[in-house]
């Protein structure tokens, strides 16, 4: 179904290259189908160029009659300025996937041609290693054969769900923003191996697989989250211990309310874009 289509990105930031490195790490569409451009910074798409040998254009040289898809990879305080910028260019054949937080379809679909095919995505960074937790959620206008692209273009990039768009702050708060709640556990567990005589690289490497581990023991075992916990902490054991100490200094609440904040965020981020359009 990826076959000959051309998939444009509008903004070539963290995002963007992690989605483009694993779209053509993938090898199920060519770089040469693959267009990047940004609002201005030329160094930064020479770069990309260099990295993964798609073709770059500044967003004034693009020729939208020739995107199927167009993702739309900017900040969410700029879509308004990208919708005005496209929608007497954008092409009744095009489907915008958008990846932008807290930015709802019908805030987009408001701004466009009338029908236009709109799709909201949430993917997160670890596209780069084709290892994402990415949701869909269709527009109105969305039909099956569009929804179908861009989940076998996301699945370039990792897992896909297609869920209710408004699960979508929900599914931000885990999987968006999720990867750099690990970021965070890493430093402080690498900061306590350091501390207990490990050198940084040591710690970190042993902090990983230890991550990588138990995620693919909860992903491929049957035995739920607590009954891996359960197996793993012996009676006045060293894990026992450790948890005690989760416990006394609020870990799991901290982990809730981490989600629960992010979820808090994109739902603002929302408002405000609604309350910009009344
Ligand atoms: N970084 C992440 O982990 C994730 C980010 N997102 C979403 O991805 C979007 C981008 O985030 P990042 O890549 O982290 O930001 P970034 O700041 O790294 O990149 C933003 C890009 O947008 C470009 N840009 C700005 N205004 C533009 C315009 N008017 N036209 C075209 N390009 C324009 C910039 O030149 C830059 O290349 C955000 O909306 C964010 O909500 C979604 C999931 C995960
Ligand atoms: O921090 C953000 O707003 C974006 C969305 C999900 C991950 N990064």
Redesign the pocket.
Known sequence: MLNNKSIAF?????????MISGIVTAKKVSPKQVIV?????KT?LHEIKAKYNVRTLS?EELDFHEIDVLVL????K?ID??ID?IQNKVQPHTVILS?????STSHMEEGLPNGQQVIRV????SSMMRESATAIAPGKHVEMGEILTAKELLECVGEVYVIEEEQMDIF?GIA??G??YFYYLMEHIEKAGIEGGLAPELARKIGSQTILGAAKMMLERTETPTELRENVTSPNGTTAAGLDALDKYGGGKAITQAVKGAEKRSKEISEQMQKVLV
């Open positions: 509008l903004g070539a930031g963290n995002m963007a290259e992690a451009s940004n609002n201005s910074n930064r967003k990879a900017m900040k969410p700029d300025l990208v910028f990846v932008l937080a807290g930015i949430m993917p997160n960074t931000t968006g923003s990867p750099a």
